[in-house]
């Protein structure tokens, strides 16, 4: 479960870092609005942001993101606790406000309210061609038959299927895996590509040189459980 922290206060971000990664998730931190933008080139299940930050307010980011068509869940922290800011927030595409000071208990009942309004927790089956995909489970079926897969490849066929029929980067694919370079991804890939096969599976892995990898599927689309 991957969490995107945006916040400038280093010593709040860090004591948040550090609470979720001990509830198991994995936390990634933004400490201004343009490095929140480079690290939404990787999706996460839930974003927490502060508005006021140095380069701009967290909630344009908001905005920017639902116009985009991503609807990733998203709670605001602000000191600015006021009834008319968390209207506005709201109304931004936030799903969800909390004022400064917060109880590191209340940020994560409140994470785990959105994860779970989100579908997050109870995980999501991802569908491309005869393919699908159960992320709470870990488990892969080609037309219904369970097929065995090893953790790398699964989560590399997961971050394919999510984004079924866009090119997804090499730099996304790797990010945290063992490291090993480019060759371990390839090696990778190249067993999924195989195991995928052998099991009958009418989905292709195609490579776009030097840019990384997509998934050639026109009906993929990902379905709620
Ligand atoms: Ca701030």
Do not use: C
Request: charged share 25%.
């Amino acid at each position: 479960m991957k969490i995107l922290v945006i916040e400038d206060e280093k010593a709040l971000a860090g004591l948040i870092e550090q609470t979720l990664q001990k509830s198991g998730y994995g936390v990634t931190l933004a400490g201004s609005v343009a490095e929140a933008r480079e690290k939404l080139a990787q999706p996460f299940e839930a974003i927490i942001s502060d508005r006021r930050l140095p380069d701009g307010d967290g909630l344009d980011l908001v905005a920017e993101l639902r116009a985009a068509n991503n609807a990733t869940p998203v709670l605001m922290l602000t000191a600015m606790g006021l009834p008319q800011e968390r209207v506005k927030g709201l109304d931004a595409g936030a799903d969800d406000y909390l004022p400064k000071p917060f109880s590191l208990y209340e940020l994560q009942a409140r994470l785990r309210a959105l994860l779970r309004r989100s579908g997050g927790p109870q995980g999501v089956k991802l569908a491309s061609g005869n393919v699908t995909l159960d992320t709470l489970h870990g488990t892969v079926q080609v037309d219904g038959k369970t097929v065995p897969m090893g953790k790398r490849e699964l989560s590399l066929l997961t971050e394919l299927m999510r984004r079924a029929g866009q090119v997804v980067s090499k730099d996304v694919l790797e990010h945290g895996a063992p490291s090993g370079g480019r060759n371990a991804l390839e090696v990778a890939l190249h067993r999924l590509r195989k195991n995928l096969a052998d099991h009958g599976a009418d989905i292709e892995i195609a490579t776009v040189r030097g840019v990384g990898y997509w998934i050639v599927d026109e009906n993929a689309a990902p379905a709620a459980q």
